[in-house]
Structures are given as structure tokens and as C-alpha cells.
């Protein structure tokens, strides 16, 4: 069993930054690919980015390539988000997720999911 905790989220201008953390426990955080993921209303869960075990390959969609930067920390079990040059299209609560495979984009590859933080941008 793997619990996931999202933070960081809030209500930010267009072009302004936020840093979305992700804190495991229950197992081992350095064995597991971690994704990141979101979901705005009246649309369906998207791919936003993933991050390798050892954070050596890491993977964006490409809505937010150059903008989102996906980093992870195995000693302190937490995978963070930062988000730069937010667009309202933004807007969605944000999920991170584990993988026991490997780094992927695909939602049905991740077991565990974290309860979600809202990420409102506003133009």
C-alpha cells in the first residue's frame, strides 16, 4: 500500500508560478516511476508528466513542455511539480500517482493515486 499527498496547489495569475509536491509512504518511494496528472471539469484525466526511479528519464505532455519540470527526491520521498508561465488552460486538480513499471504516460499503468490539489489560473 502506497499513500500519496498532494500540496502546493492554490490560485494564481496567468504567467505566475506554483510548485505542486507529492509525499509517499508505505513503501518504498525509490522503487516506483511517479507520475503527475490532472483533471479539469467536464474533461477526461490527462497525461501531464512522469519521472523515472532514479529521476534519470523524465516525461512531459507536450501542452506544458518548457513550462512544467518534473524533479523527485528518494531520500526525502516527495516528487515535485513546478509550474511556470501558468495558462488558465492550467485550471484542473492536479494528481500525482506511482507506477510499479516503468515511467509512463498512460493512467491505467498507475496503482496508487494521491486525493488531488486544485490549481485554478486565472487570465
Known amino acids: 500500500q502506497v499513500q500519496l499527498v498532494e500540496s502546493g496547489g492554490g490560485l494564481v495569475q496567468a504567467g505566475g508560478s506554483l510548485r505542486l509536491s507529492c509525499a509517499a509512504s508505505g513503501r518504498t518511494f525509490r522503487n516506483y516511476a511517479m507520475g503527475w496528472f490532472r483533471q479539469a471539469p467536464g474533461k477526461e484525466r490527462e497525461f501531464v508528466s512522469a519521472i523515472s526511479q532514479n529521476g534519470g528519464t523524465r516525461s512531459y505532455a507536450e501542452s506544458v513542455k518548457g513550462r512544467f519540470t518534473i524533479s523527485r527526491d528518494n531520500g526525502q520521498n516527495t516528487v515535485h511539480l513546478q509550474m511556470n508561465s501558468l495558462k488558465p488552460e492550467d485550471t484542473a486538480v492536479y494528481y500525482c500517482?506511482?507506477?510499479?513499471?516503468?515511467?509512463?504516460?498512460?493512467?491505467?499503468?498507475?496503482?496508487?493515486w494521491g486525493q488531488g490539489t486544485q490549481v485554478t489560473v486565472s487570465s
Open positions: 500517482a506511482v507506477s510499479e513499471g516503468d515511467i509512463s504516460d498512460r493512467g491505467r499503468d498507475y496503482g496508487y
